[in-house]
C-alpha cells in the first residue's frame, strides 16, 4: 500500500492514532503556525520506527486537514494532505477541538496535560 492509499482509506485510523497519542501522554504541545496568509493550529505525533509523522491541522471556518509526513528513498520529506471528514471530525475529543480552536484565535501555542484534551 502506498502512502497516498493510507491517507487516503484509512485517514479515520490515523486521526484515532493520534488522538490516543496525544490524550496518553504527559504532556502535549499544540503549536501555532503561519505561512503567509493562512494560520493554523497543529498537533503532531512523531513514529520514529516507521520514520513518519502524523498531524491534524486546524485553519479558518473549522477547517480541520490530515497531514502524513515522511521520507521517501531519496530522503526527501514530502507531505500528503487531506481534508477530513464530518465523520472523521467526530473521532477528535471536543477538548481537543476547543485547545486547538483556543491556540488559532490566540495565535500561541499551548502545552497542556493529555488527559484534559479527552474531555
Same mark, same amino acid.
Given at each position: ?23 496518553? @501522554? ?75 480552536? @483556543? ?17
Amino acid at each position: 500500500m502506498t502512502n497516498e492509499e493510507r491517507v487516503k482509506n484509512h485517514s479515520g485510523e490515523m486521526i484515532k492514532r493520534l488522538v490516543n497519542d496525544a490524550v496518553n @501522554k504527559k504532556a502535549v504541545e499544540i503549536r501555532f503556525e503561519f505561512e503567509d496568509n493562512d494560520q493554523w493550529s497543529v498537533i503532531t505525533m512523531h513514529d520514529y520506527d516507521q520514520d513518519h509523522e502524523i498531524s491534524l491541522r486546524l485553519h479558518a471556518n473549522d477547517l480541520y486537514e490530515l497531514h502524513f509526513g515522511y521520507y521517501d528513498d531519496e530522503d526527501e520529506f514530502r507531505e500528503i494532505i487531506q481534508k477530513i471528514t464530518p465523520e472523521e471530525k467526530k473521532i477528535i475529543p471536543k477538548g481537543l477541538q476547543k485547545v486547538m480552536e @483556543k491556540v488559532l484565535a490566540d495565535e500561541q501555542g499551548m502545552r497542556l496535560p493529555g488527559s484534559l484534551l479527552s474531555k
